[in-house]
């Protein structure tokens, strides 16, 4: 019951966050988006748990592109709250792409590709590209 409660005030407040509210910028809209961004980058651990093994990181795809589909992919720890995470991608990615409907902003209709794995890079998490 709990995690029901908790997926529907995430739908909520990205709802709200992300209405058709005409009275703010698209600067505004913009900045709402980085500050959701920014807390799933946290979430992620990628800035702040040392990469020494590659099969502890898993990688998830997020953001979508106006014209569809996954905009980029991030890496995460995989010992994080996965729940809590998806959740959040999800409201961001519901958040994009009101921000791409309410801006009608259009873009390339290339797929993106996904990455293969996760590997360590300096104690950084890198994507591995085929």
Partial sequence: MKKITFML???CSTLLSCSNDDSTTQEEDYAALKIMYDEIISLSLIKS???TNPEEWAFKGIGTKPCGGVDSYIPYAKGINITVFETKIKAYNN????FNKKWELISTCEVTSMPKAVTCVEGKPALIYQ
């Avoid at 958040?95 to 009101?98: D, H, K, L, S, T």
């Fill in 49 to 51: 748990l040392p990469c």
């Fill in 9 to 11: 005030l995430a739908m």
């Fill in 95 to 98: 958040a994009v792409e009101a």
